[in-house]
């Protein structure tokens, strides 16, 4: 697409070190959020591949796991996750509805967006018959995924350089 060349093209021009992916993401995303009428145009086709690309991610990833297994050789691992979600759930509530006063429904989807990425919020938002936050599901969690690139091909080389001193 446009925005992938794009993206290449602003990358080897800014920081050819750099992935392309963290550009493409981000023009991806502000393309969406600035342009949403264009991008309608493409909600039909987009949604029925969409679903059916998210049903062989959820298959695949389902079929890949193994809890018991998980269990056995690292049970602190999962201890230390749940830990995790319990605290970021509780900020996440604790802030949202008792500071801002913000709506749960949309706390809930942004909980999901962050632990489980776009997918599993916009099937969590599809499946509550929530359809007004759907894209916003999928915006936010796209979000995170661009942010959290960035973010982790940027420190990745230098804690190797710090690594290696």
Not at 1 to 12: H, P
Not at 19 to 31: D, E, K, M, N, Y
Not at 83 to 96: A, T
Request: glycine share 8%; charged share 5%.
């Amino acid at each position: 697409s446009c925005l992938v060349t794009l993206g290449g093209v602003l990358t080897n021009a800014i920081c050819p070190s750099l992935s392309s992916l963290v550009i493409s993401s981000l023009l991806t995303v502000a393309s969406a959020t600035i342009f949403p009428s264009w991008f309608q145009s493409l909600r039909t086709s987009g949604t029925a591949i969409g679903i059916l690309f998210l049903q062989l991610f959820f298959a695949a990833s389902g079929a890949a796991g193994s809890l018991l297994l998980v269990l056995r050789q690292a049970p602190s691992l999962i201890a230390f996750s749940a830990v995790q979600l319990v605290i970021h759930f509780l900020v996440l509530v604790g802030l949202g509805r008792g500071l801002l006063k913000m709506d749960p429904n949309e706390l809930y989807l942004a909980s999901n967006a962050n632990v489980g990425g776009p997918t599993t919020a916009a099937a969590m938002a599809q499946a509550k018959e929530w359809p007004r936050l759907v894209l916003p599901a999928l915006l936010v969690g796209v979000l995170g995924y661009a942010t959290a690139t960035a973010v982790s091909l940027s420190l990745g080389p230098l804690l190797i350089r710090l690594a290696t001193r």
